[in-house]
């Protein structure tokens, strides 16, 4: 090893880790809000969305950390959160059908057109969009959440936007079905 080897070396480790720092940053101020909302829209839960936004953004860190780039950040980021709200799930014990009736949940209980519309009861909304696979409420999430074109929305999906309207159109024609159902 040469004289001053070894310090260019510390210089180039430092670099990189100061651009992996930079990177995490701009990814964290730019996307913080949008995944905290997915995953609220998500969840239903505030206290949980938090939780597991942090733990998107620690996960997003040890990754870069570990000497691994990022190029499609947005679709990372959207997969990490997906991810880790599919864990915390798996995690976490669901009630029963039964034991949600005894402490007084009615699945009959009041589901008018108004109350949908008017925005007022984001339960029902999830509850209409609940069957839907995974990629569907995605893209709802996305153009109806997050209002993002549908050209940013084939984009992410790797879709032509010809594509990604007819499939929209589609979730939304099932939703429809749903909703007509429910009544």
């Known amino acids: 090893m040469k004289p001053g080897e070894s310090s260019q070396l510390k210089s180039d480790h430092f670099e990189s880790n100061s651009k992996k720092e930079d990177q995490f940053f701009s990814l964290f101020e730019r996307y913080q809000d949008p995944i905290f909302r997915f995953l609220y829209f998500r969840s239903g839960n505030r206290a949980v969305a938090l939780d597991i936004t ?6 997003t860190w040890m990754y870069l950390a570990s000497g691994k780039t990022i190029t499609h950040e947005e679709g990372f980021l959207y997969r990490t959160a997906r991810n880790a709200l599919i864990d915390y799930y798996k995690r976490s014990k669901s009630a029963s059908l039964d034991a949600l009736m005894e402490s007084g949940f009615d699945p009959e209980d009041d589901l008018s057109n108004e109350k949908i519309f008017k925005g007022d009861d984001m339960a029902t909304v999830r509850s209409l969009v609940e069957g839907l696979d995974e990629e569907s409420k995605q893209i709802v999430f996305l153009r ?11 984009i992410l999906f790797g879709k032509t936007t010809n594509a990604m309207t007819v499939q929209i159109h589609r979730i939304m024609k099932k939703l429809r079905g749903r909703f007509t159902n429910s009544k």
């Open 54 to 59: 942090q733990d998107t953004f620690t996960k």
């Open 144 to 154: 109806f959440s997050e209002e993002r074109p549908i050209e940013e929305i084939a």
